[in-house]
């Protein structure tokens, strides 16, 4: 028998025996993971989804393919049309991009080795989670939800240049098709409705088994402090950031392991992606991979971060409005992604001058 089916079989039977012996926690954990569908996933995710599929669908992503041709191959080899999941998955959040990377596997727009790669880096948390949840509610500092979600996106490209040797080897049949066919806006918007409900019922599912089984899981756990809410982050990084938050350690070690949290995303967002991409049959090696070197990164460059710039006196005055805060640091955040996104475009160039790769597929 192989290991992976002993695997699954003891998470069955853990399970099982889990929500046998904590009935009435497992009922009232379920319950909370609906509301938490009800008022915060479906809000904020279905309406990306749907945007999305459009995109899709309308052809959209081949016009985004042009402005990000000279990059895309030459950093991460992928074709210039994956740019639409990465930009997708650090708008919108998770997981926006994984989603967005299988639906371009599946509209023949991404080799199969291209679009495992792009699942390495492309899936990744939004601004309005990291700037407004960590930074402005958790933190109460928008400065540290820039530097978190500056570092973030750092990592994510990084991940994607590592990743750009993985299947090197591999001779993986192109994408049959690379033109979206002809379609009425009501078709296309037929198509990304009935995609984006089977989308979101698979998310939804994900997150309350996943949800009742991690809290069920953390309530047994012997150990507290710092390991207690890595564990709990690395099962679901919402929670182990609110408990990491409330650890009595400087600043500093609190953001870290923050980025490391947030970065690796944590097994109930892995459950999810694994769920909406099943039916795609893409190995999830790439994507497991790719998103624990995410979170060793991103922690890394935290640190750096912060050696350079040490944490001594408040950043903000007690006196200073938060709305004058945002506003004050929108054009700083702005500022630097244009000048990193300028390095990291410098250097696909070099790439792409000195290359013996050369991709003769037109947009």
Do not use: W
Not at 173 to 180: E, L, Y
Not at 181 to 187: K, N
Not at 338 to 359: D, H, M, P, T, W
Request: glycine share 8%; proline share 4%; net charge positive.
């Amino acid at each position: 028998m192989k290991i992976k089916k002993i695997l699954i079989y003891l998470f069955a039977v853990g399970a099982v025996v889990l929500l046998i012996k904590n009935a009435s926690s497992a009922i009232r954990y379920a319950s909370d993971a609906i509301d938490l569908c009800l008022e915060m996933i479906v809000p904020t995710l279905f309406p990306f989804f749907i945007c999305s599929g459009i995109l899709i669908y309308s052809g959209f992503c081949e016009l985004l393919a042009k402005a990000f041709q000279f990059c895309m191959y030459p950093l991460f080899r992928i074709s210039p049309v994956g740019s639409s999941a990465f930009i997708l998955g650090i708008v919108s959040g998770y997981p926006l991009g994984a989603v967005t990377a299988g639906e371009l596997y599946a509209n023949n727009y991404l080799s199969k080795t291209e679009a495992e790669r792009l699942l390495a880096f492309c899936n990744n948390s939004g601004p309005l989670f990291i700037l407004g949840s960590v930074g402005i509610a958790i933190y109460s500092n928008i400065k540290y939800g820039i530097a978190l979600y500056i570092a973030h996106i750092l990592a994510a490209l990084t991940v994607g240049i590592l990743f750009r040797f993985y299947g090197r080897n591999k001779h993986t049949a192109p994408p049959t098709r690379m033109t979206t066919p002809e379609r009425s806006m009501g078709e296309i918007f037929d198509i990304a409705l009935q995609n984006s409900i089977r989308n979101i019922l698979t998310v939804c599912g994900a997150v309350l088994f996943f949800s009742v089984i991690s809290r069920l899981f953390l309530d047994i756990l012997p150990v507290g402090g710092v390991t207690s809410a890595l564990v709990s982050g690395l099962l679901e990084f919402v929670t182990g950031t609110v408990k990491i938050s409330g650890l009595t350690i400087p600043i500093m070690d609190k953001l870290v392991f923050t980025s490391v949290v947030v970065g690796f995303a944590g097994l109930s967002v892995h459950a999810q992606v694994m769920a909406v991409i099943a039916r795609f049959h893409l190995s999830l090696a790439p994507y497991i991979i790719g998103k624990a070197m995410h979170g060793i990164i991103a922690g890394l460059y935290m640190y750096i971060y912060f050696r350079f710039n040490p944490i001594t006196t408040a950043v903000f005055e007690p006196s200073m409005s938060r709305s004058f805060a945002i506003s004050s640091t929108i054009e700083t955040v702005t500022a630097i992604i244009v000048v990193v996104a300028c390095i990291f475009c410098a250097f696909g160039l070099y790439l792409k001058q000195n290359s013996e790769y050369k991709r003769d597929t037109k947009f």
